[in-house]
C-alpha cells in the first residue's frame, strides 16, 4: 500500500510514519507534506496513493482548501485535535476520521476498514464526500424549553452560557434567566456555532460576548468574569487554555 501524509507537525507526522509501518512493515509513504500548496502540487503531478492520511489544519490552510484545489482519487483517512471539522460528514462515509493524539489501535481498525470496504470505494463517493465536506455546518439558531407545562423556545444569541450542575444542564441567558437543557455540554458543544461559542472547561460552554474580564489565573490558564455573573469564576481547563487564546484571536481552533 502507498501513502501519503500530510500533516504540519512534524511529531505527528513522523508518529503516524512509525504507526503505520508497526501495523503494515510493506507499506510504503510515498511523501510527507505540511500544507495546501505543497500537497496539491504533489497530487497534480503524481497519480494517486491508495491511501492519504490528512490533517484538517494545515500550515497555509485546512484540509477544506485543499480539496478545493484538486481532486482527490483515494481513500482520506483524516485526522483531527478538534471535533467540530464536519465530523458528522465523515461519519455518512466509508472514509475514516482520528482524533489526536493518534491511537495505534485506532489507526489499525481503520486501515482494516478502508482494505475491507476498498472494493466498494468509488470515484462517485469520493465526489460525494468532497462536496458534503465543503457545505456549511447547519448550527442550532434556537431551542425548545420545557419547564413544568410550559414550553418556550430559546434563541441562541441570548444564550450567555451553559452551565452543568448536578448532572443537569442550563442555559443562563443575558436577561439573568436560567432554563434547564436537554442535551449534556458535550452534545451543545457540537450543536452551538464554534465562532461564539466555547468549551472553557468540564462545566461551562460559554458565549463569547459574555466574557466581562480574565486574568492570568496560573501558568497558561486564565480565570474568566462572566456576565451574568456566577459565584465562582470559572477558570479555563490547562488542556483547553491554548485552543482558547486561539478563538479569542478569531482563530478557529484544530
Known amino acids: ?103 495505534k489501535e485506532e489507526l489499525e481498525n481503520a486501515l482494516l476498514n478502508l482494505k475491507e470496504f476498498k472494493h466498494i470505494f468509488s470515484q462517485q463517493e469520493v465526489s460525494t464526500i468532497q462536496k458534503s465536506m465543503l457545505q456549511p455546518i447547519a448550527y442550532k439558531k434556537r431551542f425548545i424549553i420545557r419547564f413544568g407545562e410550559h414550553i418556550k423556545t430559546l434563541a441562541v444569541e441570548n444564550i450567555a452560557y451553559c452551565i452543568s450542575e448536578n448532572k443537569n444542564t442550563f442555559a443562563r441567558t443575558f436577561d439573568g434567566h436560567k432554563y434547564p437543557m436537554d442535551n449534556n455540554l458535550d452534545a451543545l458543544e457540537e450543536m452551538l456555532d464554534p465562532q461564539y461559542f466555547f468549551r472553557i472547561n468540564r ?36 488542556e483547553r487554555a491554548a485552543d482558547f487564546k486561539l478563538w479569542l484571536a478569531g482563530e478557529l481552533p484544530e
Open 1 to 103: 500500500m502507498n501513502v501519503v501524509i500530510i500533516e504540519d507537525e512534524q511529531p505527528a507526522r513522523e508518529r503516524l510514519t512509525e504507526l503505520l509501518k508497526e501495523i503494515m512493515p510493506e507499506l510504503k509513504v510515498l511523501a510527507n507534506h505540511d500544507s495546501v500548496e505543497s500537497a496539491s502540487k504533489w497530487l497534480s503531478l503524481n497519480e494517486a496513493p491508495d491511501l492519504m492520511l490528512l490533517d484538517i489544519q494545515l500550515a497555509d490552510g485546512t484540509a477544506f482548501d485543499l480539496l478545493k484545489r484538486v481532486k482527490i482519487d483515494c481513500p482520506v483517512i483524516f485526522t483531527t485535535a478538534y471535533r467540530k471539522y464536519a465530523l458528522d460528514a465523515f461519519k455518512t462515509t466509508s472514509v475514516d476520521y482520528l482524533l489526536k493524539p493518534i491511537k
Open 203 to 238: 462545566q461551562f460552554l460559554i458565549n463569547l460576548k459574555a466574557i466581562e474580564e480574565m486574568k492570568i489565573y496560573s501558568k497558561a490558564r486564565v480565570i474568566v468574569r462572566l456576565n451574568p455573573p456566577v459565584k465562582d469564576l470559572p477558570v479555563v481547563s490547562s
